[in-house]
T-cell receptor, first 115, second 114 residues
């Protein structure tokens, strides 16, 4: 099964450190999304790419966050100078941009704990 | 602005019975899609069902159906013949067709009792 994969699944880091997460989308999907989910809440949109172009960014994506999708395949999300408020599950999703449904398929997430 | 409201923090249902999970939405865009996702305790988000704003009939996928009432801006999920494996968090979400992102509600925890 070649679903969306994310690495690492868990990350514990100390406040002030930088972290980077990777997402590999479903191979034929040209759109890739990043969401953040805190305990007991629904996912919140961070940013999305169509191929290698970053098309939308949420105001939640502060200057400490940066995302890339250099060749239109996998994507990385980097958080610089982590804060305790960054502790959350980071979800990646992918979809096609053809057709009318565009359902997004999610990966298993990366759980970040900032101590 | 897009907004999704799920007013039921938690629901219980007896195994084999049907259950309805409520969802209301707000948007000024005439073209949009409504989605339901299931999130078991393992954490993955599983796509269940989709309804487009111009679809005339309610969507169905196996035991899942979406009760779409456009004038009331509601998109309730109906699960028929509940199974123990249906116990999970359920999220309603919306995407305006001019945008890419999904906007999610706060979710409803469903517990199926045997």
């Amino acid at each position: 099964d070649t679903g969306v994969s994310q690495d690492p699944r868990h990350k514990i880091t100390k406040r002030g450190q930088n972290v980077t997460f990777r997402c590999d989308p479903i191979s034929e999907h040209n759109r890739l999304y990043w969401y953040r989910q805190t305990l007991g809440q629904g996912p919140e949109f961070l940013t999305y790419f169509q191929n290698e172009a970053q098309l939308e960014k949420s105001r939640l994506l502060s200057d400490r966050f940066s995302a890339e999708r250099p060749k239109g395949s996998f994507s990385t999300l980097e958080i610089q100078r982590t804060e305790q408020g960054d502790s959350a599950m980071y979800l990646c999703a992918s979809s096609l941009s053809r057709g009318s449904v565009y359902e997004q398929y999610f990966g298993p997430g990366t759980r970040l704990t900032v101590t | 602005a897009q907004k999704i409201t799920q007013t039921q923090p938690g629901m219980f249902v007896q195994e084999k019975e049907a259950v309805t999970l409520d969802c209301t939405y707000d948007t000024s865009d005439p073209s949009y899609g409504l989605f339901w996702y299931k999130q078991p305790s393992s954490g993955e988000m599983i796509f269940l069902i989709y309804q487009g704003s111009y679809d005339q009939q309610n969507a169905t996928e196996g035991r899942y159906s979406l009760n779409f009432q456009k004038a009331r801006k509601s998109a309730n999920l109906v699960i028929s013949a509940s199974q123990l494996g249906d116990s999970a968090m359920y999220f309603c979400a919306m995407r305006e067709d001019t945008r890419g992102e999904l906007v999610f509600g706060a979710g409803t925890i469903l517990r199926v009792k045997s």
